[in-house]
């Protein structure tokens, strides 16, 4: 048995295996050009010092076996967290359409009083609801009533109330913990 048949082989699996450590490692495709590499690497030696029938048959298997790899890691990608980057369909949902930004949607204008202190983020209920919010930059003793001013990116922003609300103006509190 020559040398060159087990440096090819040696060079084959250190192709696969920089391909594999590529999924795994957000190298940015450092280490697919490394894997592509070695497989040249790995045709060339059996080009240049083995048979035509061994060179013929490493680059048929390679280019085969390299698309076959690459559909089946980038189906396997998308079935991980990264489904929503590359699905075109995911791409149009924004934020605001998602179920929990709708719902938070409309607390605005609501009028709500804050369970904890808000330096500026703290608990507000609303409709006997607690919700994470933030102020407008000011601080906010418990207690006070606040009215919901805005809904950025899930976030819900309240500003102080200067008076209390009138009862006609609130909404019905009978289960709540105001």
């Not at 190298?27 to 040249?40: I, P, R, Y």
């Not at 359409?97 to 938070?104: F, G, S, V």
């Not at 976030?155 to 009862?167: A, E, G, I, N, S």
């Amino acid at each position: 048995m020559d040398w060159y048949l087990p440096a090819a082989g040696l060079l084959f699996g250190l192709g696969g295996v920089l391909l594999l450590a590529e999924f795994f490692l957000p190298t940015g495709g450092v280490l697919l050009l490394a894997a592509v590499g070695s497989f040249a690497a790995a045709v060339g030696v059996l080009w240049v010092f083995g048979s035509t029938l061994e060179a013929v048959a490493a680059t048929l298997g390679l280019s085969l076996g390299l698309p076959v790899a690459a559909s089946a890691m980038f189906a396997s990608w998308r079935r991980l967290s990264l489904k929503s980057a590359l699905d075109p369909d995911a791409a149009d949902n924004t934020v605001a359409e998602l179920p929990e930004i709708a719902e938070l949607e409309g607390l605005r204008g609501l009028v709500g009083k804050t369970l904890s202190p808000m330096r500026p983020a703290g608990i507000v209920v609303f409709d006997g609801r607690r919700i994470d919010a933030v102020s407008q930059g000011q601080m906010i003793d418990a207690g006070e009533w606040v009215q919901c001013t805005d809904v950025r990116a899930a976030t819900v922003v309240v500003r102080k109330l200067d008076r209390r609300p009138d009862l006609a103006d609130l909404p019905d509190l009978a289960g709540g913990d105001l």
